[in-house]
C-alpha cells in the first residue's frame, strides 16, 4: 500500500511538473508575441529605413492639404512675366479666377505629381537628414571630449540632404509645373494632362529625357536653401527653446516649426521663382527659349521686372512651406 501511495504521488508531481512547463512555455510564447513588432521596428534595416518612410508619408500629408496654396503660389509667379509694371495679383483674385474658370477641384490640379514628388523627394531629404544626423552624433559622441552638433554640423546636414534629394525629384517637380500652369495656356495650346505619368511620359517623347530635369540647378540651390532654413533652424530653434522655456514639447515644436518656415521661405523663394520660370518655359516661335540658364533668369527678371518680383506672394509662399517644417 506504502508503494502504491508513493508513485500515486509521484505521477501526481510529474503531471504538476508538466503543467508548469507548459504554462510556462505558452507564457514564453506569448510574450515574444507581443514584443515582436516592437524587435521588428528596432531592427537594424528598419531603423534605417523609418526616416525615410516617415517622411515621405509626413511631406505627402503635408501636400495634400496645402496642394491649393502651391497652385496659387506658382500662378502668382507667372503673372506679368516679362513686364515691370504688369498685373499684380492676389491669392485671393487667383482663387477666385480658378473657381471661376471651371471648378473647385482645379485648385489640386498636378496633386499626383505633388504626391509623387513627396514621395520621392521628402522621403530621400529627411531620410538624409536623419542618417547624416545620426553619423555626426556618433562622431562627437567618439570624441574625447564629447561635444554635441552645434549649428554648423545641422546646416552642413541639412544642405547636403536638399541637395541630394532635389536631384532624385526634379522630374516630379517639372510635371507638377507643367500641370499647374497648363491653365495659363490658349485653350487650343494646353497639354491637358491626365496624370503625372502622362505628364513625365509626353515631355520625354517630345523633349527627350533630358527635359525632365530642365531647371535642376535652381531646383537644388531652392532645395539646399530650403533645407538650411527647415532643417537646421528647427534644430537650433528647437533646442533653444529646450534650454530657455518650460513649454511643452507641442508647444516647442509648432514655434520652432514657425521660425524654421520663415526661413526657408526668405532663402529658398528667389530660386523657387526662378525655378518655376525655367520649368514652364516653352521655346518660342524662333525656337528659342525665354531664359538660357538659371543666371540668365534672375538677370532678365531683375532687369525687366524688378528685384522684389523674386519674393512676390512671400506670405502664400510661407503658409505652403510652414506644414512641411
Request: overall charge positive; glycine content about 8%; aromatic content about 8%.
Amino acid at each position: 500500500m506504502e508503494a502504491a501511495k508513493q508513485n500515486a504521488d509521484a505521477a501526481v508531481a510529474a503531471v504538476k511538473e508538466k503543467s508548469a512547463r507548459a504554462s510556462a512555455e505558452l507564457k514564453t510564447a506569448a510574450s515574444e508575441t507581443a514584443t515582436s513588432p516592437t524587435d521588428l521596428l528596432h531592427r537594424p534595416f528598419m531603423r534605417t529605413a523609418l526616416p525615410f518612410i516617415n517622411g515621405g508619408l509626413a511631406g505627402m500629408t503635408a501636400t495634400t492639404v496645402i496642394q491649393p496654396v502651391d497652385m496659387i503660389k506658382v500662378r502668382l509667379q507667372l503673372a506679368g512675366e516679362g513686364v515691370k509694371t504688369g498685373p499684380r495679383p492676389t491669392p485671393f483674385a487667383i482663387t477666385r479666377n480658378i473657381i471661376a474658370g471651371g471648378k473647385a477641384l482645379d485648385l489640386y490640379t498636378g496633386l499626383s505629381a505633388g504626391l509623387l514628388r513627396q514621395a520621392v523627394y521628402t522621403t530621400a531629404r529627411l531620410g538624409f537628414f536623419d542618417t547624416f544626423m545620426r553619423s555626426l552624433e556618433s562622431r562627437a559622441k567618439a570624441q574625447p571630449e564629447a561635444r554635441g552638433i552645434g549649428f554648423r554640423e545641422r546646416a552642413l546636414a541639412g544642405l547636403t540632404a536638399g541637395g541630394m534629394a532635389a536631384m532624385i525629384g526634379n522630374p516630379a517637380d517639372l510635371a507638377l509645373i507643367r500641370m499647374q500652369s497648363d491653365g495659363l495656356k490658349p485653350l487650343s495650346q494646353r497639354s491637358h494632362y491626365r496624370s503625372v505619368i502622362d505628364a513625365l511620359i509626353r515631355i520625354a517623347k517630345t523633349e527627350g529625357i533630358g527635359a525632365l530635369w530642365a531647371g535642376a540647378l535652381p531646383t537644388v540651390a531652392r532645395a539646399m536653401a530650403l533645407n538650411f532654413g527647415q532643417l537646421a533652424f528647427f534644430s537650433e530653434a528647437k533646442q533653444q527653446l529646450k534650454m530657455r522655456t518650460k513649454w511643452s514639447s507641442r508647444t516647442q515644436t509648432l514655434t520652432a516649426s514657425a521660425v524654421a518656415g520663415f526661413f526657408a521661405s526668405f532663402f529658398s523663394l528667389p530660386f523657387d521663382f526662378v525655378k518655376t520660370r525655367l520649368q514652364k518655359q516653352h521655346p518660342g516661335k524662333d525656337g528659342r527659349l525665354p531664359y538660357r540658364s538659371m543666371l540668365d533668369c534672375f538677370k532678365k527678371v531683375a532687369a525687366q521686372e524688378g528685384l522684389l518680383r523674386f519674393y512676390r506672394g512671400f506670405g502664400t509662399y510661407y503658409v505652403r512651406i510652414a506644414p512641411h517644417a
